[in-house]
């Protein structure tokens, strides 16, 4: 086992994930809007689901997001395990999750 680390040698302290939540609602809180959608008031609390936890992948399926120390996201093939040599890495691809 070793750490993971970006190129630039900060440390992979995460992996972005997916986790269906259900927020309640006011019971007598709806409305609809001039454009057909519903408006609501929050109840103020969320069930998550965490069976439904997945890692997000990029547009191209390819690998995983991690997050750094910094909260910067990293393409999976980005990413550098201690013991292994430095390797060029390919352009950054800004496709990750907003933050």
């Given at each position: 086992?070793?750490?993971?680390?970006?190129?630039?040698?900060?440390?992979?302290?995460?992996?972005?994930?997916?986790?269906?939540?259900?927020?309640?609602?006011?019971?007598?809180?709806?409305?609809?809007?001039?454009?057909?959608?519903?408006?609501?008031?929050?109840?103020?609390?969320?069930?998550?689901?965490?069976?439904?936890?997945?890692?997000?992948?990029?547009?191209?399926?390819?690998?995983?997001?991690?997050?750094?120390?910094?909260?910067?996201?990293?393409?999976?093939?980005?990413?550098?395990l201690e013991e292994e040599p430095k390797h060029t890495t390919q352009s950054r691809e800004d496709d990750g999750p907003?933050?």
């Amino acid at each position: 086992m070793s750490s993971a680390l970006t190129p630039d040698g900060k440390r992979i302290v995460g992996v972005v994930e997916e986790i269906v939540g259900t927020a309640r609602l006011g019971e007598d809180s709806f409305s609809r809007e001039a454009n057909g959608e519903l408006g609501f008031s929050y109840a103020g609390e969320t069930e998550i689901d965490w069976n439904s936890q997945k890692p997000v992948r990029p547009s191209d399926g390819k690998g995983r997001i991690f997050v750094d120390e910094d909260g910067e996201f990293w393409r999976e093939t980005e990413i550098v395990l201690e013991e292994e040599p430095k390797h060029t890495t390919q352009s950054r691809e800004d496709d990750g999750p907003s933050p």
